[in-house]
């Protein structure tokens, strides 16, 4: 919004010598945003004056209008002689007085004047029009002074043609309707600076007659609690707006349009009320305020046709014929937001319907996002607008409109008033202090609020109890409830909507007294014994799998209830059993995650779609599995903080939250080069991926079984189950090549995920004795039933081997013909060495006979090639 300066001043007397600084300062102050302040001096640089048309000469042989103009300047260009200057601007006559720019001068965009010879003549500066100084729209002809304009040639036309004023565009926040206004603005400036405030609200108007200025039927008196309206007829059609006032829309970014119009904008940014004129001969009947039905369209005054939705309050004529809501009109206004071409002010409009109301900002901010369109009167609108202003704007529009268009005001004035008084705070005195620590004090605390224009009363809170939600103690969580001669009851005025709460009055004394003594001082840590050890279990965990390779994603926790068919869940899986949210953020996700692979594996997909071919993710995060039976949490007020058993209560009703860590892989997993081959990714990785996320945690090897399963979405022939201490923690493999289908992602995709809730606590391990001692290593191949998992027999090899045995690792896997049918060969490398001697080579032998036997005896092992 931006407003000149010198119109805050008619309300407000601020200092005289106030600096661009100075006012932005004090606004910032404030709390209001302030996005520039321009001095409209600076806009026009060099020299820009009066000048008197002394001689025009006709130039002819061009395709348009030229003439040669010679000027009287005075003595701004340094010789007093007339300016010669060629113009193609028809709409002026010898003795006109123009505004003239100099060479020298630029012209705001960046536009420089000089001499030039053009259409055979010299033209030294251009006779300015108001679009070329920023001051209006008009670019059909130059700017011609009013004869009442007391200048003369080779004065400064600065002044004449209001760039002599400094405008400032502020960013007015959502709660702060009262301020995207001049009477806003100047209330809050007086505050900064302790001057005299005069409020254009408070001017006297009259009440409402016994016969109405027009007849009107509020239906929805929800949605319009008030409305008002005065007639003028007889005004002139062609009375254009004073120049006064289309310097101010100008400067505030309003284009004028006609009087009456120019007026309902001009009182708009006056009082921060909008209106609406309609032209009264243009109705045909009563007029009606209600909602929408479906079906109804309006053609609004940009041109576009509507479709109406049954949540938009509309302003209906009921004497116009089609009507889709019986005696309820046919709609001629989107309420508060536009008007309809219908009923719009025309150039021959002579009788004009002033109207004035105050609608309800949720409806109306729903109406301006449905249709797109953001007015400026439904930003006001959306933000809280006085109620007590309608009767006062309808007696300046009038007011206006009467002095400088004609007509005669009619005496009738109709004002339907359902609006509800404001609704009293009580606040305990000392509650800014609280909150702030600053000593304010009682009698402190009253001022401040009272300069706000809250009427400030001290109570006792047992007085008010019967006042609903006004009756509640602002005292924070855990304060005792108001009472006693410390306690405040608050009516707030009628232009602050925003004032609800106690923390409002809170926030509204602190601001006013100054942010900036509020003291910072930072709050003392409380003493604690670091991480716990599920949080450095986490953190080792996934430091481990970024040191493998892997990229961490946080992905949001909500899913929709089609992911688990896409999954492949069975009918009777648990994790179909979602907790879904009251108020989810997109109506196609509104159920939150019983695993980490659904959201998971959307990450993947968006990084496939975006070029990304070899991709391995992973992520640490909680997922959601509801509880039998819990119930619905309790309903918990405000006005107290719950006990104990409301806490448990909660908490019972929640659902588990157990953390899990899953990873994805898909691609190749070593990329090819002139070294060679590249290897695609595989379930084996994932199985190892696992392996290594439980060493990461703490768990000793020994306590970990991998064996084959079958759980969705894993493939079923490739699927590993991970066991610690016989207890299932999680699953790796190879996802199905249905999910696969299904999602859209490569062949072979493998994944992992494992309930990090579900491991035991990890065991307090001593730092291993390093042996300097040479190892020894004998690699062994068995053949046995392809059925047996390497896994086990690599568990036969250690035990059956002995303490002499350091370490096992499977590295070939063969199977042929020659082996028989159903039957395949493991190769082991193992590792034998003492702490404490040099091994002989018959110590080595005999461990290695020993595990070898050990597998046979369980297996039915044989050495290859024995």
Known sequence: MRIPVSWLREHVELPAELSAEELDQALVNLGIEVESIVDLRGTVTGSLVVGEVLEIEELTGFKKPIRFVRVDVGAANGTGEPQEIVCGATNFAVGDRVVVILPGGVLPGGFAIGARKTYGRNSNGMICSARELGIGDDHAGILVLPEDVPAKPGDDARPVVGLDDVVVEVEITPDRGYAMSVRGLARELSHAFEVPFRDPGRSPAPGATPEPAYPVRVVDTVGCDRFAARVVRGIDPAAESPKWMRQRLTHAGIRTISLPVDITNYLMLELGQPMHAFDLDALRGELVIRRAVPGERLTTLDGVDRALDPEDLVICDAGLPGSMAGDGGVPISLAAVMGGETSEVADSTVNVLFEAAHWDPVVVGRTARRHRLFSEAAKRWERGVDPALPLVALERAVELLTTYGGGTAGAEVLDVDHVSPPRRIVIDADLPARRAGVPYGAARTVALLERVGCVVAVGDARSVAGNGRAAVAGNGHGGR??????????????????????????????????????????????????????????????????????????????????????????????????????????????????????????????????????????????????????????????????????????????????????????????????????????????????????????????????????????????????????????????????????????????????????????????????????????????????????????????????????????????????????????????VFRAPDRTLTGEEAVAARDAAVAEAARRFGAVLRGA
């Open 481 to 830: 409830h108001a009472s006693g001669p410390d306690t405040l009851v608050v009516t707030p005025p009628t232009w602050r909507p925003d004032l609800t709460d106690p923390a409002d009055l809170v926030e509204e004394v602190i601001r006013l007294d100054g942010f900036d003594k509020v003291p910072s001082v930072l709050p003392v840590a409380p003493p604690g014994r670091g991480l716990t050890p599920e949080q450095r279990r986490r953190r080792s965990v996934s430091r481990t799998l970024a040191e493998s390779g892997f990229v961490e994603v946080l992905t949001p926790p909500f899913v929709a209830a089609e992911l688990f068919d896409l999954l492949g869940l069975p009918a009777d899986d648990p994790r179909r059993t979602a907790a879904r949210l009251a108020n989810p953020l997109a109506d196609t996700e509104p159920l939150m995650r019983t695993m980490l692979l659904g959201t998971l594996l959307g990450a993947v997909r968006r990084n496939l779609g975006r070029g990304h071919r070899d991709v391995a993710l992973y992520e640490i995060g909680m997922v959601f599995l509801p509880r039998p039976g819990a119930g619905t949490p309790p309903a918990m007020g405000v006005d107290h903080r719950p006990g104990d058993e409301e806490f448990r209560a909660a908490d019972a009703a929640l659902p588990d939250q157990p953390w899990r860590v899953a990873a994805v892989l898909t691609g190749e997993v070593e990329p090819a080069g002139w070294w060679g081959p590249g290897r695609p990714a595989g379930w084996a990785d994932a199985v190892e991926a696992g392996r290594t996320v439980l060493a990461a945690a703490g768990i000793p090897g020994e306590r970990v079984v991998v064996r084959q399963a079958e759980y969705a979405p894993w493939h079923p022939g490739r699927c590993a189950e991970f066991r610690v201490d016989d207890v299932p923690v999680g699953h790796a493999g190879e996802l199905h090549p249905a999910v696969l289908a299904e999602l859209d992602l490569p062949p072979r995709t493998s994944a992992l995920e494992i309930d990090l809730d579900a491991l035991p606590s990890a065991p307090v391990v001593p730092a291993p004795r390093i042996s300097g001692y040479p190892p020894a290593l004998i690699d062994v191949a068995l053949v046995l039933d392809a059925a047996v998992p390497a896994e086990e027999v690599g568990r036969a090899l250690a035990e059956g081997a002995g303490e002499l045995l350091e370490s096992i690792r499977l590295f070939d896997v063969y199977a042929s013909e020659q082996l028989g049918p159903g039957r395949r060969s493991l190769a082991y490398k193992l």
